[in-house]
């Protein structure tokens, strides 16, 4: 989380060595430091890019306060934030933002960390060195209130002939056209499976559908423990 110019410099230059290329497509920022004005950092980013250094940045996690005062100094291409059926907070404030400076959204976990692959029953369990293991929203007893949701994609899933993730995928890409996600995974099938999530439709119906379900099931459990929460939207 150190944001000081002289860091961010350096990280760069460390960057384009070791990956052998001219320049940094897309550069983030992947946690907001305290410590140092949004400002300076994008004061930094500029003059990498007028070096040719790095050709866009981004910030991750960021709130709107200091989306606005980077954007201000050095215009970001695209923000980093959780997005799914599981975390709506974007709704609030962030996606009206983006829309109005023209900045991009790449949504991780838009399948809630593997839950919306409705693959996660209530009883299970995760090893120690997986990150869902302190998790509070994958506690037994919020996995548990959570259900609901699994059934929800489950039944959209077959009612249009494709799965569960493909409709957690399609609901994120149809929220904005601006919107990226950037599911993870470690296997080739299930790369290809989230690809056919493009060719899902989602009429207005079937969002009217999802929203009201999600509105009148609150999801149980927060997605980070207290230590790292405080480290998000700042």
């Known amino acids: 989380m150190?944001?000081?110019?002289?860091?961010?410099?350096?990280?760069?230059?460390?960057?384009?060595?070791?990956?052998?290329?001219?320049?940094?497509?897309?550069?983030?920022?992947?946690?907001?430091?305290?410590?140092?004005?949004?400002?300076?950092?994008?004061?930094?980013?500029?003059?990498?890019?007028?070096?040719?250094?790095?050709?866009?940045?981004?910030l991750s996690e960021a709130g709107v306060e200091t989306i606005r005062?980077?954007?201000?100094?050095?215009?970001?291409?695209?923000?980093?934030?959780?997005?799914?059926?599981?975390?709506?907070?974007?709704?609030?404030?962030?996606?009206?933002?983006?829309?109005?400076?023209?900045?991009g959204l790449v949504p991780f976990s838009p399948l809630g960390k593997g839950f919306l692959t409705a693959t996660i029953g209530k009883e299970a369990t995760f090893a120690k060195d997986d990150f869902r293991s302190v998790v509070p929203r994958f506690a037994p007893e919020n996995l548990a209130a959570n259900q609901s949701l699994a059934e929800l994609v489950r039944r959209l899933a077959?009612?249009?002939?494709?799965?569960?993730?493909?409709?957690?995928?399609?609901?994120?890409l149809a929220q904005r056209p601006w919107i990226i996600p950037i599911p993870g995974t470690r296997r080739i099938d299930r790369l290809e499976e989230n690809l056919g999530a493009a060719d899902v439709t989602l009429t207005p119906a079937d969002l009217d559908e999802i929203r009201a379900a999600l509105d009148a099931q609150p999801i149980a459990g927060d997605r980070y423990p207290p230590t790292l929460a405080a480290r998000v939207g700042k």
């Open 2 to 58: 150190d944001g000081r110019p002289e860091v961010i410099r350096r990280s760069v230059e460390g960057s384009l060595k070791r990956l052998g290329v001219e320049a940094i497509d897309l550069y983030y920022q992947h946690r907001v430091d305290p410590k140092v004005p949004p400002e300076e950092v994008a004061g930094v980013v500029s003059e990498l890019i007028r070096e040719g250094k790095v050709r866009h940045w981004g």
């Open 69 to 103: 005062r980077a954007h201000a100094v050095c215009p970001l291409t695209a923000i980093q934030s959780e997005y799914s059926m599981m975390w709506r907070e974007p709704e609030r404030a962030l996606l009206s933002t983006l829309e109005e400076l023209g900045i």
């Open 158 to 172: 077959a009612k249009k002939g494709c799965t569960p993730a493909q409709i957690a995928l399609a609901w994120v």
